[in-house]
């Protein structure tokens, strides 16, 4: 079993920063893949960025170039940094993570907001 624990988050103005992170315990060596969604009231959740064991990330269009996701396997903690935030942003992020076995967990959720 594999529990999320989400940091970060907050209230930005566009333009700024935040950070969000996920620190996992219990039997954390069998996570494969770790990343974010986001939803937004009303809207659909996205998929916003993965990371695999290996270290490749993956992004949704609208966030490249702005978000870096980042992991380590050592401290069982993945992270997502996002940068020149925007109101499109605000949404509440949840951390996911998969075993080998097919399982996904997740994290409580975090929100994000960002002011024009």
């Known amino acids: 079993q594999v529990q999320l624990v989400e940091s970060g988050g907050g209230l930005v103005q566009a333009g700024g920063s935040l950070r969000v992170s996920c620190t996992a315990s219990?039997?954390?060596?069998?996570?494969?893949?770790m990343g974010w969604y986001r939803q937004a009231p009303g809207k659909q959740r996205d998929l916003v960025a993965t990371?695999?064991?290996?270290?490749?990330?993956n992004y949704l269009d609208s966030v490249k170039g702005r978000f870096t996701i980042s992991r380590d396997n050592a401290k069982n903690t993945a992270a997502l940094q996002m940068n020149s935030l925007k109101p499109d942003d605000t949404a509440i992020y949840s951390c996911?993570?998969?075993?080998?076995?097919?399982?996904?967990?997740w994290g409580q959720g975090t929100q994000v907001t960002v002011s024009s």
């Open positions: 990371i695999s064991r290996t270290g490749i990330p």
């Open positions: 996911y993570m998969d075993d080998q076995w097919g399982h996904t967990y």
């Open positions: 219990g039997i954390t060596s069998s996570i494969t893949n």
